[in-house]
């Protein structure tokens, strides 16, 4: 059966290059990175994928976030060396890699726009990444809104990627997490406050077409359905200071109504059954195949053979199957096969 990954990560040819000019000694995360092949070497990355039949994958950066390290000059020019590497791949190798998610320089965020408009439509990009903060700030700031609007005119997806760094610590009193919580839990919880952002912003009554893929099968949420439904229909209710009722009596739907939006992916590391509660929450229409690879510790095959037989193992119909491993993923990228 065939199978689109929708969330993996490659460092392409001259962004791994302008990325070692500007900050080749990133740490934490910049670690990791440099340290699994598949993100550089494609000879690497197309041994691995050709084990696994009728594999494709669609790509998109890694972290960290190119605002993090580069200025928003050297951003514009890094998200441009990318998003026309990534594009010139997917010409080259349709066989393995079907579409891309633009990189924008966050950082500049009228060139995010002009960048993410240049992708789409002279690069043939399906969509753009954004991170769940930007610098410390909601994605939901004024000034990043109309890339949603933009993504809703073009009727394609945004993946939305968490990050935080060791630099988050775990309490207030400290200066730094510890033992990488800022990743196991840090990650999941940064996602989860992103969508929660986007849902009290109204984002969705504004547009209700707008598609946001929520990495790690959507994060926090499945798993705190009862806080996101019943939990949430009392927003105000443990607030003294304001009146968080009136945010409610703005939206036209409960809270959970609008968390059942997003789309989620199946990269949840090889939980079975964590999937299992993504499903149930989501629904099949919702939920599309990826495995993050290359980061497993293998640095390749582990997480998409894991996810794989995950997703076989599933009680589901071989209809919904075929929609979970490429069906929702081609109808939403608009692939012309």
Request: hydrophobic share 45%.
């Amino acid at each position: 059966m065939r199978k689109i990954d929708v969330f993996t990560h490659i460092s392409p040819p001259g962004y791994s290059e302008g990325v070692e000019r500007i900050a080749g000694g990133l740490k934490d995360i910049g670690k990791r990175t440099r340290g699994v092949p598949m993100l550089h070497d494609l000879e690497v990355r197309f041994r691995v994928m050709e084990t696994f039949p009728e594999y494709q994958q669609v790509l998109s950066l890694p972290t960290p976030p190119i605002e993090l390290y580069a200025t928003p000059e050297q951003a514009i020019d890094l998200a441009r060396i990318a998003n026309d590497s990534m594009a010139e791949l997917v010409e080259k190798y349709p066989e393995h890699f079907v579409a891309f998610a633009a990189a924008l320089p966050m950082n500049a965020p009228d060139a995010a726009l002009v960048e993410a408009q240049r992708a789409v439509t002279e690069l043939g990009a399906k969509g753009i990444q954004i991170y769940s903060n930007v610098l410390g700030k909601p994605i939901v700031s004024p000034e990043f809104l109309p890339l949603f609007e933009a993504m809703v005119g073009y009727d394609l997806p945004i993946w939305l990627h968490p990050y935080r760094g060791a630099d988050f610590p775990d309490y207030l009193k400290e200066d730094a997490s510890e033992f990488e919580i800022w990743w196991t839990f840090g990650w999941p919880y940064d996602t989860s406050a992103a969508m929660a952002r986007v849902v009290f912003a109204g984002l969705f009554d504004r547009w209700p077409s707008l598609k946001i893929i929520a990495h790690h099968m959507g994060a926090m949420v499945p798993y705190f359905a009862g806080r996101v439904g019943p939990g949430w229909d009392q927003l105000g209710a443990r607030t003294s200071d304001r009146d968080l009722s009136q945010v409610l009596k703005g939206l036209k739907k409960r809270p959970v109504d609008y968390f059942k939006m997003f789309y989620a992916d199946t990269a949840l590391f090889g939980a079975y059954e964590a999937t299992v509660c993504g499903l149930d929450f989501y629904g099949v229409p919702k939920v599309l195949f990826a495995s993050d690879a290359p980061f497993d510790p293998e640095k390749g095959p582990m997480y998409i053979r894991e996810t794989i037989a995950i997703i076989d193992r599933l009680p589901i119909s071989p209809d919904d199957r075929e929609r979970i491993y490429w069906r929702n993923a081609a109808a939403m990228l608009k692939l012309d096969d």
